[in-house]
């Protein structure tokens, strides 16, 4: 079974709008920890956001915020004010704890493509 | 940004010839990871390192090898390429094993024809 899921293969947004990407997860363990990378058309990968499975608040970083919804086991990226340079392959990650053996596992992730 | 390179960035070479990647990091931290990224498959865990000379497989290990006989160096080798090892492969460290926020390298392009 999938645990990190990434439903949009692909995602245009307006200049200047908010765009969230979706990202579900599955997990029994109690501790984990969620994460945002991004990859633009260079390659590397680009530590965005985290956000632990206890955190009570919603984690931000910038324009940068992960809507953090533990029932649903969701944990979307939301974009403010995109940006041109906000174009690139967005993916979600999950950290397991000691009952996964800390084991990182990354979504197939979704391509953003912001219009001028 | 964290301190990781990785050589060579872009390398090819035929099927069969043994193949050394590099990382290299300068944050001191304790774990390293090798992972390939291919289309379809997003980023898999090959093998990583929790210390010097010490290493464990990832979900995708067979094929290659890895060392660490300094905290900063984590060396990937295929022992004999294959058309299927074609990938980008990504070095990534973490200052711990818990739940620690896991930086990447720059990446190596590796074509085996």
């Known amino acids: 079974a999938q645990k990190i899921t990434q439903t949009q293969p692909g995602m245009f947004v307006q200049e200047k709008e908010a765009v969230t990407l979706d990202c579900t997860y599955d997990?029994?363990?109690?501790?984990?920890?969620l994460f945002w990378y991004k990859q633009p058309s260079s390659g590397e990968m680009i530590f965005l956001i985290y956000?632990?499975?206890?955190?009570?608040q919603n984690a931000t970083e910038g324009r940068y915020s992960l809507n953090f919804q533990k029932a649903r086991k969701s944990a979307n990226l939301v974009i403010s004010a995109s940006q041109l340079g906000d174009s690139a392959m967005y993916f979600c990650?999950?950290?397991?704890?000691?009952?996964?053996?800390?084991?990182?596992?990354f979504g197939a992730g979704t391509r953003l493509f912001v219009k001028a | 940004d964290a301190g990781i390179t990785q050589s060579p960035r872009h390398k090819v070479t035929e099927t069969g010839t043994p193949v050394t990647l590099r990382c290299h990091q300068t944050?001191?931290?304790?774990?390293m990871y090798w992972y390939r990224q291919d289309p379809g498959h997003g980023l898999r865990l090959i093998h990583y390192?929790?210390?010097?000379?010490?290493?464990d497989k990832g979900e995708v290990s067979d094929g290659y090898s890895v060392s660490r006989s300094k905290t900063e160096d984590f060396l990937l080798t295929l022992e004999s390429a294959t058309s299927s090892q074609t990938s980008v492969y990504f070095c990534?460290?973490?200052?711990?094993?818990?739940?620690?926020?896991?930086?990447f390298g720059p990446g190596t392009r590796l074509l085996v024809l």
């Open positions: 390192s929790y210390g010097v000379k010490d290493t």
């Open positions: 990534a460290i973490s200052r711990d094993r818990g739940l620690e926020t896991q930086y």
């Open positions: 956000q632990g499975s206890y955190d009570e």
């Open positions: 990650a999950m950290r397991e704890g000691r009952n996964g053996g800390f084991k990182t596992i």
């Open positions: 944050e001191n931290h304790r774990y």
């Open positions: 997990t029994s363990d109690q501790s984990y920890g």
